[in-house]
């Protein structure tokens, strides 16, 4: 952790953490998001200067996730450590994993029967590289939390997406380059059986291959009727990583492709329940600074504005954001821009929406 962002820790009172009422609803969708998103030097702390809407319930925590009733938040406290989760009601934070012996986890997300899923490796790689690309396994847990996870059998790449309707997940697997083939990633469906109190990953379905960009479910389209996701293009692009914003038809196969500027990282996140909308984490450089934007999932009208405008502090950044089930709140990660590895955050804020956001 930074010593900029460890000073600030220790000066949160714990009110401040607890605090459950709501803070006056004035996000909004802001202006068209330009071609260039530069780093400012406004003084001050982002944490301890939070706008109205907005307010931080977990001084640590990263990758947040609500649960089918949008009544709790699932978070991993760091990487490859313990999933929390907060009470939205009492504002207590419990650990999800501390009973069962684990390397460490990723991701944590809720399944509709109230079970979770887990991502992390069984055994670590010799770099972080190799950890993350060719290590991150699907692991089930029980809804009590009393049994230790239980692995499924595939290894993931990036994340998954869950559907809210049944126990339908997504995932992506990567096949590195060989034989004169190229790199290519495969989207998957399948549904995680339970029975007994274990489970078992069954009718495994072959979605889409691509060999363009490297590809990671998100979310499912409503309906379960496809699959909302990021596109990467390792090496590419003014800052190394090339991003798009795409989805597939699971009935056709077909995919669309939703147009952000060419200048920008934009890495599609939590899509709004009505299926119209999505969260992008927007940026110049995401080393230095990321904020979040709204784009309209409409390929021939892309609306795209900025909701946030963290980086006129300079180094710091929102990320992973998700939207509750009702559409009426947000929850992000919020951190130091210089951090080594994706998806690290060092606390969980809420964003409450305006009404018609």
Same mark, same amino acid.
């Given at each position: 952790?930074?010593m900029?962002?460890?000073?600030v820790?220790?000066?949160?009172?714990v009110?401040? /953490?607890?605090?459950?009422?709501?803070?006056?609803?004035?996000? +909004?969708?802001?202006?068209?998001?330009?071609?260039?998103?530069p780093l400012?030097n406004?003084?001050?702390?982002?944490? /301890?200067?939070?706008?109205? $809407?907005?307010?931080?319930?977990?001084?640590?925590?990263?990758?947040p996730?609500f649960?089918?009733?949008?009544?709790?938040?699932?978070?991993?406290g760091?990487?490859?450590?313990?999933a929390?989760?907060?009470?939205?009601?009492?504002?207590?934070?419990?650990?999800?994993?501390?009973?069962?012996?684990?390397?460490?986890f990723?991701?944590?997300?809720y399944?509709?029967?109230?079970?979770?899923?887990?991502l992390?490796?069984?055994i670590?790689?010799?770099?972080?590289?190799?950890?993350?690309?060719?290590?991150?396994? /699907?692991?089930?847990?029980?809804?009590?939390?009393?049994?230790a996870?239980?692995? /499924?059998?595939?290894?993931i790449?990036?994340?998954?997406a869950?559907?809210p309707?049944?126990n339908?997940i997504?995932?992506?697997?990567?096949?590195?380059?060989?034989?004169?083939?190229?790199?290519?990633?495969?989207?998957y469906t $399948?549904r995680?059986?339970?029975q007994? $109190?274990?489970a078992k990953?069954? !009718?495994?379905?072959?979605?889409v291959?691509?060999t363009?960009?490297?590809?990671?479910?998100? !979310?499912f389209?409503?309906?379960?009727?496809?699959l909302?996701m990021?596109?990467?293009?390792?090496?590419?692009?003014?800052?190394?990583?090339?991003?798009?914003?795409?989805?597939?038809?699971?009935?056709?196969?077909?995919?669309?492709?939703?147009?952000?500027?060419?200048?920008?990282?934009g890495?599609?996140?939590?899509i709004?329940?009505?299926?119209?909308r999505?969260?992008?984490?927007?940026?110049?450089?995401?080393a230095? $600074?990321?904020?979040?934007?709204?784009?309209?999932?409409d390929p021939?009208?892309?609306?795209? +504005?900025?909701m946030?405008?963290i980086?006129?502090?300079?180094?710091?950044?929102?990320?992973?954001?998700?939207v509750?089930?009702?559409?009426?709140?947000?929850?992000?990660q919020?951190?130091s821009?210089?951090?080594?590895?994706?998806g690290?955050?060092?606390?969980?804020v809420?964003?409450?929406?305006a009404?018609?956001?």
């Amino acid at each position: 952790m930074t010593m900029k962002v460890s000073r600030v820790l220790a000066a949160m009172a714990v009110p401040m /953490l607890l605090s459950s009422a709501l803070s006056a609803q004035t996000f +909004t969708r802001g202006e068209p998001v330009p071609a260039t998103l530069p780093l400012g030097n406004k003084p001050g702390n982002p944490i /301890l200067d939070m706008p109205p $809407g907005q307010r931080l319930i977990s001084a640590f925590g990263e990758r947040p996730v609500f649960s089918p009733k949008g009544d709790k938040l699932a978070f991993i406290g760091k990487s490859y450590g313990d999933a929390f989760e907060y009470d939205m009601a009492t504002g207590q934070i419990r650990k999800l994993t501390g009973h069962a012996p684990s390397e460490g986890f990723l991701r944590v997300h809720y399944m509709a029967d109230g079970s979770f899923a887990l991502l992390g490796p069984r055994i670590p790689g010799k770099t972080r590289e190799e950890t993350r690309f060719s290590r991150i396994e /699907l692991f089930w847990m029980d809804p009590s939390t009393t049994r230790a996870p239980v692995p /499924l059998g595939v290894t993931i790449f990036e994340g998954i997406a869950t559907s809210p309707r049944s126990n339908l997940i997504a995932w992506s697997e990567m096949r590195p380059a060989a034989a004169g083939k190229p790199a290519a990633t495969t989207v998957y469906t $399948g549904r995680i059986a339970v029975q007994d $109190g274990t489970a078992k990953l069954e !009718d495994k379905q072959e979605i889409v291959t691509t060999t363009d960009c490297f590809v990671e479910a998100q !979310d499912f389209l409503p309906g379960d009727k496809g699959l909302l996701m990021p596109c990467y293009g390792y090496g590419k692009g003014p800052t190394g990583v090339e991003t798009q914003v795409i989805s597939v038809d699971f009935d056709t196969k077909e995919i669309t492709r939703y147009p952000t500027p060419a200048t920008l990282y934009g890495e599609v996140e939590g899509i709004f329940p009505d299926g119209r909308r999505a969260l992008v984490e927007c940026a110049q450089d995401r080393a230095k $600074g990321m904020d979040l934007c709204i784009l309209d999932l409409d390929p021939r009208k892309p609306r795209y +504005t900025r909701m946030t405008d963290i980086v006129q502090y300079g180094g710091w950044k929102y990320g992973n954001p998700v939207v509750r089930p009702d559409g009426r709140m947000i929850a992000a990660q919020v951190g130091s821009a210089d951090v080594i590895d994706a998806g690290v955050g060092q606390g969980i804020v809420l964003m409450d929406l305006a009404p018609g956001f």
